[in-house]
């Protein structure tokens, strides 16, 4: 078993680790408190390959393995949790659906700009009657020939009015349940697709989330992916490696609230010693190390599975599960540790505090990644 990390993978880690304290530190707390999109920093991550990373160079990708990935996100999120969802999104739903299971013409056209990060990607699959019951689609994509007309509602889109892609989950055939949902690439632009308002959210007030209004689109079937009746085992297949990349923000969220608190913990004084030499504090210390590490380790196996090109679906719902939890509780940890400072902004920690209760929910929530382990160990 090798747990070293390779030179290309250390030096992905530590160019993500410069990139989040340069770039996402500077400002990050304004972001959220304004709900203000990362525009300038989500183009520098475009420069330096991170919207693209486990994409073939050919299509504009950066051809990096899993491990690196989840590394890069880690590294991201332990500073700015809304930066990577949208970093996540782009590559592991969007780029990778597009890779993976499109043809050559939609690579060339729509994979190209998203993994050079030159435009974003949404992944657009809930519904506001669709959630954790994603067969339950509504919108409906009706075959006319040679297009279809697309018409319903998707809410929760993660980069919903950034995005100028948009991959969109809608039922074709209705007596076939989810053997009749198509996925199919609709343009920013189309007319009658409409984007909602912004929501105002908890967490990750970084990056912008919208419900999308299709009324009467017309989607040209060159923008359908795979054969007919594909679209739900197409996100199925996206979301076993999405699950990688936000089991990694979780793991970013904890370690990074983790790392502030051990560092207060060493200067703040109490009963005229550090805090850090109290044992009720190193217990937690201790406690949220040994988390954040088997939270690691899960969310390494996943991807190292997913480049072995082993089955990962059970690995990844596992590292979700886990490092989301992790996320939850070592931040609020991590304020306790803090005290009263722990519960003003400038200390980042309520901030990860909010951004991790997300990472329980999105791409599946915990209680679906439990429907996924369990199915897969009764298999
Ligand atoms: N991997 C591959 N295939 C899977 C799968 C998985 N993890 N889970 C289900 N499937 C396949 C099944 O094999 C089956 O395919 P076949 O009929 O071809 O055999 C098909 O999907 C239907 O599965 P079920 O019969 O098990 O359907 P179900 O309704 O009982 O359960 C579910 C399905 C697993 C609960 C599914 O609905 C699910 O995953 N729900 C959660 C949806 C989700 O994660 N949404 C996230 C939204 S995207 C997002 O959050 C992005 C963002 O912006 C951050």
Redesign the pocket.
Known sequence: MEFNLTEEQIAVRDAAREFAQVELLPGVIERDEHQKFPTEQVRKMGELGFMGMMVAPEWGGSGLDTVSYVLAIEELSKVDASAS?IM??NNS?VCAGLEKYGNDAQREKYLKPLAMGDVIG??C??EPEA?????SQHTTAVDMGDHYVLNGTKN????GSTATYYLVMAQTHVELK??GINAFIVEKGMPGFTVGIKENKLGIRGSD?HSLMFQDVIVPKANRIGEDGFG??F???V??G?RIG?ASQALGIASGAYELALEYSKSRKAFGKSISEHQAIQFKLAHMATEIDAARLLCLQAAWLKDQGRDF?KAS?MAKLFASRVAMETSVEAIQIHGGYGFVKEYHVERMMRDAKITQI????SE?QK??IS?ELLK
Do not use: C, P, Q
Request: proline residues 0%; aromatic residues 10%.
């Open positions: 969802v996540s999104v739903l949404a992944f699959l809930s959630g954790s019951d994603a067969t929760w889109i993660t980069n989810h053997k989330t739900f085992n996100a199925m297949g979301l076993n999405g936000i679906a719902a999105y791409e599946g929530t679906i429907i996924v199915r």
